[in-house]
């Protein structure tokens, strides 16, 4: 399964037990820095207001007067140039309950966290007014990341990384980081692993909030030896079957967890048969997070658009094997529109109350809970997933 997270590929080098202790660049890189058709840098501005996509939005003169403001939950958010991938974004993180509620506490320090809270109490309070400016906001990113800058198209996904991940390195406090002291500690369980991520790499309430832990099983085809490693996630990549017309969430879901032959090349050692041999590799999440968001691996390595559609769920179950199963509620979509990566329009759908849903596309903001079913959803490229509930009904195996 090659759209396997690469995480567990560095550990498939050994059927040993092992917990890859890593740095937070090396998290990114499986994670959440982009693949390399994203960090190909992109050419110098191809933004032409007059021939694109916005300069119709723009000569729309009556966006907000006609929408009922008082009942809208969120401001609507100026395009800057090509800057949908990031209002789409930002629409549905501010609509993501938990870390709302944190960023605007503004009780961190920290220049991203700041600029963030101060544009999301812009986002609430300017409803009436029908849209904020965010270029505060992305002035400050841009410090940051710069490949940002500028009018092109970027990639929403890759956006939404690194703003968690810069936001997260500002307000990382892990208890006893001691990577000075290299000592390697296998852990013997998921939760032992857990305390350790937690106590040496990260630890920030972005992490309580997003981030879950999956095991990775390898097992001898030749002996029966299992090996099992845990690492976190900060969201689930999913690949898409290709060639099908018609896909189901859950079957992409299924893919990501489905076994993988490693053979030839890549045939792990086998500590018991004391050499290579050709193994299964199995993942699985073993801790689910309180958000799970989710990224439809659409676009193809040259930027390509694949063409299936994927049936998107309300609801998910996440099937944590031995130990339990989690329930998950979608309250917010980043669509795509288009066939490319670089260009397109980005917009999201954003539920409220747990009831009505919003269409947020830069500036307007509509209430479209009468028209929307998941059918609207056919572009989706991010998904936002709460927790519902959490059934233990398994006895703790891992
Ligand atoms: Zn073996």
């Known amino acids: 399964m090659a759209s396997s997270p690469t995480t567990s590929s560095s550990s498939s080098s050994s059927l040993s037990s092992s917990y890859q202790y890593r740095t937070r660049s090396s998290y990114d890189l499986n994670n959440y820095r982009p693949s390399s058709y994203l960090s190909s840098s992109y050419s110098s501005s191809t933004y032409s207001p007059k021939s694109s996509y916005l300069a119709s939005k723009f000569s729309d003169s009556c966006l ?27 629409q549905a993180l501010f609509a993501t309950k938990p870390f709302r509620d944190y960023i ?4 961190e320090n920290g220049q991203l966290y700041s600029a963030l809270s101060r544009l999301f109490k812009e986002m609430s309070s300017s ?33 939404l990384s690194y703003v968690i991940n810069d936001l997260h390195d500002e307000l990382n406090k892990p208890k006893s980081r001691s990577r000075s002291n290299n000592t390697m500690i296998e852990p ?28 990775s099983v390898i ?24 060639n099908r017309n018609r896909i189901d969430i859950d ?43 989710i990224h439809l691996k659409k676009f193809s390595n ?5 063409s299936s559609d994927i049936n998107v769920n309300q609801q998910i179950r996440i099937d944590n094997g031995s130990t339990t199963m989690a329930t998950y509620e979608l309250y917010g979509c980043v669509c795509h529109h288009g066939y490319l990566s670089r260009s397109g329009h980005y917009t999201a759908y954003c539920q409220y109350d747990q009831q009505r849903w919003y269409h947020c596309d830069d500036q307007k903001v509509r209430d479209c809970t009468n028209s929307f079913s998941m059918a609207t959803l056919k572009d989706s490229y991010v998904l936002f997933y709460r ?3 959490l059934d233990h009904h398994y006895s703790s195996r891992l």
Not at 104 to 107: D, F, I, R
Not at 219 to 240: A, H, I, M, Q, R
Not at 256 to 269: H, K, S, V
């Open 64 to 90: 907000d007067s006609k929408i009922p403001s008082e009942k809208l939950p969120v401001a609507g958010l100026s395009n800057l140039g090509n800057t949908c991938y990031m209002n789409s974004v930002l």
């Open 104 to 107: 605007m506490a503004h009780h």
């Open 127 to 159: 409803i009436r007014h029908g849209h904020v400016n965010p270029s505060q906001f992305r002035s400050t990113f841009i410090q940051l990341e710069s490949k940002f800058n500028g009018c092109e198209q970027q990639d929403a996904q890759e956006f």
């Open 188 to 215: 013997k369980s998921a939760q032992e692993a857990w305390s350790i991520y937690r106590s040496r790499y990260d630890d920030s309430k972005l992490v309580d909030i997003f981030v879950g832990q999956y095991a």
């Open 219 to 242: 097992k001898c085809s030749y002996c029966g030896n299992e090996s099992t490693c845990w690492d976190p996630f900060w969201d689930l990549p999913l690949p898409v079957p290709r």
């Open 251 to 293: 079957e992409c879901i299924a893919e990501f967890t489905a076994a993988e032959i490693l053979d030839g090349n890549e045939q792990p050692f086998c500590s018991r048969c004391k050499q290579h041999r050709r193994s299964t590799k199995r993942l699985s999440i073993v801790r689910s997070p309180k958000i799970l968001v």
């Open 302 to 306: 040259n930027g390509y658009k694949l």
């Open 387 to 389: 927790q519902q509930q």
